[in-house]
C-alpha cells in the first residue's frame, strides 16, 4: 500500500510570492491533516479536512488556507510568503475517527528568500 | 487551548532502559498518541492510549493516567537505532496538538 504522496519535497520562494503544496493520502484514508515544522515551535497544527470539509483548524493567520478533492487529495496554499514561513510542511493522512492513527508524509521543505 | 509538556532530552546506553513522561492539559480528550521521529524523515506512528493503563508492544509501552493528565512512553533494551526524537501528541476534536519532542540519544 502506498504511503502519503507530498510534493514538491523542496521548494525555494520569496517573499511576497505565493505557494501550494500537494498531499496524496493512503488509499481509502478520508482525513487529511496539515503541520507546521520548526526547530523553534516544533510541529504546528495547521487544518484538518475530511470529506472535502474543514473539522478543524490551528491558530495560523488567513494567509494559510486548504481544501481537499472528492478523491481526498489535499492542497495546502500560502499567499504572501513572509521569511517566516520557511518551515517543514507535513501531511497526514488517517481513516478519519478520532482513535486512528495519522500516517505522515515526507514533507516539503519550503524555503522563503 | 493545549498544554503538552516532555523533557528536552535524555541519554542513555544500549540495552537500558528509557522512560519519557508527558504532562498534558487540554480542553478535552479523544486519546494520546506517540510517535517517533529520526532527523529528516517524517514522524511514524508508535503507540495510541485512550483509556488509563499500559499498552505494550514489543520493547516499547506507553501508559496514560486521565486523570493525572500524565503519560510516558517506554523503551526498553534501547538500540543504537532508537535514537531519535519522541513526540508525544493529543488528540481533540481532531487536532493532534504536538509537544515539543525529547531527543533521545543511545550511546554504546
Known amino acids: 500500500k502506498a504511503g502519503v504522496t507530498q510534493t514538491p519535497r523542496y521548494l525555494i520562494k520569496t517573499r511576497g510570492q505565493q505557494v501550494t503544496l500537494s498531499c496524496s493520502p493512503i488509499s481509502g484514508h478520508r482525513s487529511v491533516s496539515w503541520y507546521q515544522q520548526t526547530p523553534g515551535q516544533g510541529l504546528q497544527f495547521l487544518f484538518e479536512y475530511f470529506s472535502e470539509t474543514q473539522r478543524n483548524k490551528g491558530n495560523f493567520p488567513g494567509r494559510f488556507s486548504g481544501r481537499q478533492f472528492s478523491n481526498s487529495r489535499s492542497e495546502m496554499n500560502v499567499s504572501t510568503l513572509e521569511l517566516g514561513d520557511s518551515a517543514l510542511y507535513l501531511c497526514a493522512s488517517s481513516p478519519g475517527q478520532n482513535n486512528q492513527p495519522q500516517h505522515f508524509g515526507d514533507g516539503t521543505r519550503l524555503s522563503i528568500l | 487551548g493545549q498544554n503538552i509538556d516532555q523533557p528536552t532530552e535524555m541519554t542513555a546506553t544500549e540495552g537500558a532502559i528509557v522512560q519519557i513522561n508527558c504532562t498534558y492539559q487540554?480542553?478535552?480528550?479523544?486519546?494520546l498518541f506517540w510517535y517517533q521521529q529520526h532527523a529528516g524523515e517524517a514522524p511514524t506512528f508508535l503507540s495510541y492510549n485512550v483509556l488509563d493503563g499500559l499498552e505494550e508492544k514489543g520493547r516499547f509501552s506507553s501508559f496514560l493516567s486521565r486523570s493525572k493528565g500524565y503519560s510516558y512512553l517506554l523503551l526498553k533494551e534501547l538500540q543504537m537505532k532508537d535514537s531519535a526524537s519522541y513526540l508525544c501528541a493529543v488528540r481533540s476534536d481532531y487536532k493532534l496538538s504536538f509537544g515539543a519532542g525529547t531527543t533521545v540519544t543511545v550511546r554504546a
Open positions: 487540554t480542553s478535552g480528550f479523544n486519546g
